[in-house]
């Protein structure tokens, strides 16, 4: 017969919680987080449980389903309620689609690189462009940082082996190659040919990046997620987050383009600590983007509740 300390135990769950709650990531936590270097990949963040979840909760829906086999939906996820133990998952996350305005976080990635660097002078005029581009989404905003950028810088930056924000290697990643306006010549990227383009694993790590302060230092990062915080435009992912979690923090970018809708999400609430990221072509693609967001939060909650038991 074996016998228990309830003490222990009471101990044990008291230390436990303690330290849950010192590695968990909150909307009140100064971001990005600091100190933080060598930080993981994204590819080395995938888990094998979040990654079965996301599997079986998609694949309930006959829809998403059919579009996620013919290659037209893809789906990243990163769990950031551990912070010593950051979860990744991804469906098709390796497989560049078109994503309309989606891209411009890498246009702001390379405008804060380029002033970081003294090679664009910072001011006013710039970094009004920063915010339509991103909160408002506006085009000539951001065909006006284009043109202060130029192609090459965009493209040095998102394959810098520090950020590897783009590699052919594993799908691509974020491209940006084509003004938001009819004229102007293009810079298609080298896998597929698209102009504005993405994987949701490389989105996921843009985000994640941020998060740990990884995007050129820890005071860029922060001005690149004060930028990307509280999104003018209301749709998609937002639309229900501020219906489930209107306390949470919400970083974001989306885009569309006819048939093709995307999102994304960096979400930090006192329940709701995670990168959310869709790119779907079809018609009703922002109808379903709404929808995601509670599957999602099922996946996570289901992994979240197998690695407490």
Not at 183 to 208: E, I, M, W
Not at 235 to 264: M, Q
Not at 283 to 294: K, M
Request: glycine letters at 4%.
């Amino acid at each position: 017969m074996l016998f228990f300390s309830c003490t222990g135990q009471k101990e044990n769950k008291i230390e436990t919680d303690t330290v849950a709650h010192e590695n968990k990531l909150s909307a009140q936590q100064e971001l990005p987080l600091e100190d933080l270097e060598d930080i993981a990949t994204i590819s080395e963040l995938q888990d094998d449980q979040l990654q079965y979840f996301l599997e079986q909760e998609i694949n309930k829906n006959p829809k998403w389903k059919k579009l996620i086999m013919r290659d037209m939906m893809s789906v990243g996820i990163v769990d950031l309620s551990d912070m010593k133990h950051i979860k990744y998952a991804g469906i098709n996350d390796e497989d560049m689609m078109y994503a309309a305005s989606l891209p411009k976080i890498a246009i702001l990635l390379a405008a804060m690189d380029a002033i970081d660097k003294d090679e664009l002078e910072d001011s006013k005029e710039i970094r009004e462009d920063l915010r339509l581009m991103i909160s408002k989404s506006n085009n000539q905003a951001s065909t006006r940082m284009i043109d202060r950028l130029g192609y090459e810088k965009i493209e040095a930056v998102l394959r810098d082996p520090k950020n590897k924000l783009y590699d052919e290697e594993v799908g691509g990643g974020l491209w940006v190659g084509k003004r938001y306006a009819a004229g102007g010549k293009r810079y298609p990227d080298p896998l597929k040919g698209l102009s504005h383009a993405a994987t949701t694993k490389q989105v996921c790590s843009f985000y994640y990046q941020l998060v740990m302060g990884n995007l050129i230092s820890d005071q860029r990062s922060k001005e690149m997620l004060d930028i990307m915080k509280n999104p003018d435009l209301r749709h998609k992912f937002v639309n229900t987050l501020e219906k489930i979690a209107p306390e949470a923090d919400i970083y974001r970018k989306s885009g569309s383009w006819r048939n093709y809708h995307s999102d994304s999400a960096l979400v930090l609430g006192p329940e709701r600590q995670y990168i959310i990221v869709a790119l779907i072509d079809d018609s009703l693609g922002e109808t379903i983007i709404r929808e995601l967001v509670i599957p999602l939060e099922r996946v996570l909650e289901k992994s979240r509740t197998l690695n407490r038991n």
